[in-house]
């Protein structure tokens, strides 16, 4: 009997160690897809909501559960206890009516923010500061989008992100700019199963759901308004215009983690994606770097780099020409993915890779080559890309660019139908050819 129990209390020793070593591990809120850490308006609201339900909850559990320990302590049996059975308060009209009306009370403390948030988050506001016309320095805009908010469409593949900005004629992949301190309406679709957008620090999670199209409003940072709220400042006035652009600037100027949110096959666990904050100049110059695209590798016109693709292909010499030349032929990647500026790369069953070389990171942001500074480690780079191009599917299994019935780059074959998969130099010449995309 007792060696039974003192088994037990070791039991539970070693195991409330263990919760308490799991709880310390869940200490640093500060984390890259934090919620409890918030950079803007929604995710702040959703934590607040999360907050109250917390206290609420946590107000509740200490009550009852401190009248439960009360009365198992207080009136537990003990030994050769002669005293009769304590009264019983089932059917208690006041205990039943107080309990009833105490829940009601709690749902209502709780059902109110709730509907407020909710609201909240689903209507995108009409904010003077946010509209197109007010911040966006770029000349290519409609003039009725003036008066709009920036609009991205979020549509999810198996498993990648496109993100189309209409009212600026650009799409891009897997790494969304936004303004910061703007508003930005998001409609979110899936060309496939559902998935779910979710930026942390920005905004809770939102389903993007074939044949329905699901709208959201994000906001990294707040707006000038809010910011001087919460500073406690008022007025207008450069001064304070340059403060908050500093605010902007140390706290919202960021490069922030999203995440699919719902399992979507079997790479879904990859299925990440970036989110950089820019200020307006920033962003009207992306917009600008993205409509341009890129030129031929040697300075050629499209048109003389196509024609002597065809009728000379040997002149097209150096690594970036090679590199190109198999983009368009022989890899078949064009017919997949579009490079603005390219007149024959316009596929668009994949990513579009125009300044992929730009970018932080690769394959809907599995494979990272972001230096600890923020810039790009180009070296590592080279090698997510060799290795995402070299074998996609052991990177992600089951994506659609190794195996697409018969187009996919796993199924290459040679002019007799034998298997031609890329060789290490041809994938070496495609990593240099990308990597000069930016
Ligand atoms: C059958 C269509 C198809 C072909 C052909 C194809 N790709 Fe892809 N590519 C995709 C898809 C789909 C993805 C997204 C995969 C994922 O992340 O799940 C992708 C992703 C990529 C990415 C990562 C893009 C990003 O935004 O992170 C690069 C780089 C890339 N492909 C390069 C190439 C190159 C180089 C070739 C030619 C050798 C090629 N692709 C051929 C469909 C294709
Ligand atoms: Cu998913």
């Given at each position: 009997m007792k060696t039974i129990s003192s088994g037990f209390c070791r039991f539970i020793q070693y195991f409330s160690a263990l919760i308490v070593v799991a709880f310390l591990g869940g200490c640093?809120?500060?984390?890259?897809?934090?919620?409890?850490?918030?950079?803007g308006p929604i995710a702040e609201e959703q934590l607040n909501l999360f907050m109250l339900t917390v206290w609420v909850t946590g107000i509740i559990f200490v009550i009852v559960g401190g009248v439960f320990v009360y009365a198992v302590i207080k009136f537990r049996e003990r030994p050769n206890d002669d005293r009769p059975m304590p009264s019983q308060g089932h059917g208690n009209p006041l205990v039943e009516i107080g309990l009833i009306g105490a829940s009601i009370l709690l749902l209502a403390i709780i059902a109110v923010p709730t509907l407020r948030a909710i609201w909240f988050t689903q209507e995108t506001p009409d904010d003077p500061e946010s509209r197109l016309g007010a911040w966006?320095?770029?000349?290519?805009?409609?003039?009725?989008?003036?008066?709009n908010p920036l609009i991205i469409k979020v549509i999810g593949y198996q498993w990648w992100w496109a993100f189309e900005y209409p009212q600026l004629g650009i799409t891009t992949a897997n790494e969304m700019i936004i303004p910061a301190g703007k508003v930005v309406h998001l409609e979110l679709r899936s060309i496939d199963v559902i998935h779910s957008f979710w930026l942390p620090r920005i905004a809770g999670k939102v389903d993007l759901i074939p044949g329905r199209t699901n709208s959201m409003w994000i906001q990294a940072g707040d707006n000038f308004a809010k910011w001087k709220e919460k500073q406690g400042l008022e007025g207008e006035g450069p001064e304070l215009r340059q403060d908050y652009a500093k605010y902007l600037e140390e706290e919202i100027h960021d490069y922030y983690y999203g995440q699919c949110?719902?399992?979507?096959?079997?790479?879904h666990a990859r299925m990440l994606f970036r989110t950089t904050a820019v200020d307006d100049q920033a962003f009207a110059e992306w917009v600008a770097d993205e409509k341009a695209g890129h030129g031929t590798p040697d300075g050629k016109s499209w048109d003389e780099w196509y024609t002597a693709y065809e009728e000379?292909?040997?002149?097209?010499?150096?690594d970036l020409n090679e590199g190109l030349k198999l983009f368009m032929?022989?890899?078949?990647c064009a017919t997949c993915h579009t490079v603005n500026?390219?007149?024959?790369?316009?596929?668009?069953?994949?990513?579009?890779?125009?300044?992929i070389g730009s970018r932080q990171s690769i394959a809907a942001g599995w494979l990272n080559h972001r230096?600890?500074?923020?810039?790009?480690d180009v070296e590592k780079q080279y090698d997510n890309l060799y290795k995402w191009i070299h074998e996609p599917e052991v990177v992600k299994?089951?994506?659609?660019?190794?195996?697409?019935?018969?187009?996919?780059i796993g199924e290459l074959i040679d002019e007799h139908g034998e298997p031609a998969l890329l060789t290490d130099e041809e994938v070496s010449k495609l990593s240099l050819y990308l990597q000069s995309l930016k």
């Open positions: 640093n809120l500060d984390t890259r897809m934090s919620t409890f850490v918030t950079k966006y320095q770029g000349d290519d805009l409609a003039e009725e989008e003036a008066e949110a719902e399992y979507c096959g079997e790479s000379n292909p040997e002149e097209l010499t150096g032929g022989r890899a078949k500026g390219n007149p024959r790369a316009l596929g668009v069953a994949g990513p579009n890779l125009t300044n230096a600890e500074d923020g810039s790009i299994p089951g994506n659609l660019m190794w195996k697409a019935n018969g187009g996919g």
